[in-house]
């Protein structure tokens, strides 16, 4: 009887023991790049994200602040009293509604009866413009200036507003303007 001892080594066994070094680095440097690809899309995603927030953000505050000033002109009497950065105006019931930029805080207040409200942030800056309601050549874009208290029937108002996003002064609100008259004064 022949007994034989069999063997499981293989002549390849060298090959199978393991990685070779040159398949290691390129193992680490393929799982190198998809992490820095993660990590450039989720930068890239984060900041958008952030600056799309910072855009709806300010958006939100300038349609809101517009509305107000709107309401407020449209309602008003007259206006008694009117600077590129200040505005008063003679509410309906005779009381005064104050509007102040504040071009060292960036920020607009609305006062009336004495309870002040902060009506825009990070404003860098405003200006109020009024006019007179006819207007000249027979455009319906030119208004003439209101030389006096009495002859203000339209208020111009226009704004910019800023953010900084990481540092950077980004998503730079466009320019936000209106122009409204005066529906109580008589013509």
């Known amino acids: 009887m022949d007994c034989k001892i069999t063997s499981t080594r293989s002549g390849s066994s060298r090959r199978?023991?393991?990685?070779?070094?040159?398949?290691?680095?390129?193992?680490?440097?393929?799982?190198?790049?998809?992490?820095?690809?993660?990590?450039?899309?989720?930068?890239?995603?984060?900041?958008?994200f952030?600056?799309?927030?910072?855009?709806?953000?300010?958006?939100?505050?300038?349609?809101?602040?517009?509305?107000?000033?709107?309401?407020?002109?449209?309602?008003?009497?007259?206006?008694?009293?009117?600077?590129?950065?200040?505005?008063?105006l003679e509410d309906s019931d005779g009381t005064d509604i104050e509007y102040d930029y504040d071009s060292v805080n960036r920020m607009l207040t609305r006062t009336r009866n004495g309870v002040i409200r902060t009506n825009l942030v990070e404003c860098d800056?405003?200006?109020?413009?009024?006019?007179?309601?006819n207007t000249v050549y027979d455009s319906f874009e030119v208004y003439p200036v209101a030389t006096t208290?009495?002859?203000?029937?339209?208020?111009?108002?226009?704004?910019?507003?800023?953010?900084?996003?990481?540092?950077?002064?980004?998503?730079?609100e466009s320019v936000q303007t209106a122009r409204i008259v005066i529906r109580k004064q008589g013509t």
């Open 16 to 48: 199978s023991a393991g990685f070779l070094l040159s398949e290691t680095m390129f193992g680490i440097g393929v799982v190198a790049l998809l992490i820095f690809a993660v990590i450039a899309f989720s930068v890239f995603a984060s900041r958008s």
């Open 50 to 88: 952030a600056a799309l927030f910072n855009y709806v953000d300010l958006d939100d505050q300038n349609r809101i602040a517009i509305d107000q000033i709107t309401r407020d002109v449209r309602q008003s009497n007259r206006v008694k009293e009117a600077t590129a950065t200040r505005l008063v």
């Open 149 to 172: 208290a009495d002859t203000i029937k339209v208020v111009n108002v226009a704004w910019l507003c800023s953010r900084s996003l990481f540092g950077n002064k980004e998503n730079t």
């Open 125 to 133: 800056r405003l200006n109020f413009d009024v006019a007179q309601r």
